[in-house]
């Protein structure tokens, strides 16, 4: 992945297209990444405007360039508008492991899109990258997420007190993993 000229790779679930997220996309995650719901356990703030979304399109780039992660847009199949984002950051190469992030505009909020997207893209990480282990580290309030990737298989390990320091306070994070044993299984 850390090589710039590799091609970012698509995938296609029964209901979704995962691609890659351009600077066309912005309007589409300003939708959703201005709404104080969906961001509200991610650690930014609102987009005030459009243009505040190209700082996350940007980062989404620069992780897949330097081999520290890959973020795949979800698409309907069918229809161009993104409508969430999932995928790996923190990859540890040597440790065979990443986190994994996920949200979702709140019009599709229960409706499986979030699950079917993590399905694929756990399958991915364990299947095309290698992982060992996949993490993921979600705040204590954000009880539906730690729920789908409960269903999902992960294991909640433990509480990170004060473990990261976002929009002005210390968010404590709950420790979730999925070994790639425990993904067959499922």
Known sequence: ?????????????????????????AKDLFVYLSDEDVVNHMGLAPAKQV??????????????????????????KNEGRVIGSCGFLNIAHSHSRAEIGFEVHKEYWGKGVAGEALQAVLGYG????????????????NIASQKLVEKHGFKREGLLRHYEYTQGKFDDLYMFSLLKEEHKLN
């Open 1 to 25: 992945m850390a090589d710039a000229a590799k091609k970012f790779p698509d995938i296609e679930t029964d209901n979704f297209r995962l691609r890659e997220v351009t600077k066309n996309d």
């Open 51 to 76: 243009e505040d979304t190209l700082d996350e399109i940007n980062w989404y780039k620069s992780i897949f360039q330097d081999g520290t992660g890959i973020r795949w847009g979800i698409t309907r």
């Open 126 to 141: 364990f299947d095309q990258l290698g992982f060992e282990r996949i993490q993921a580290l979600i705040e204590p309030e």
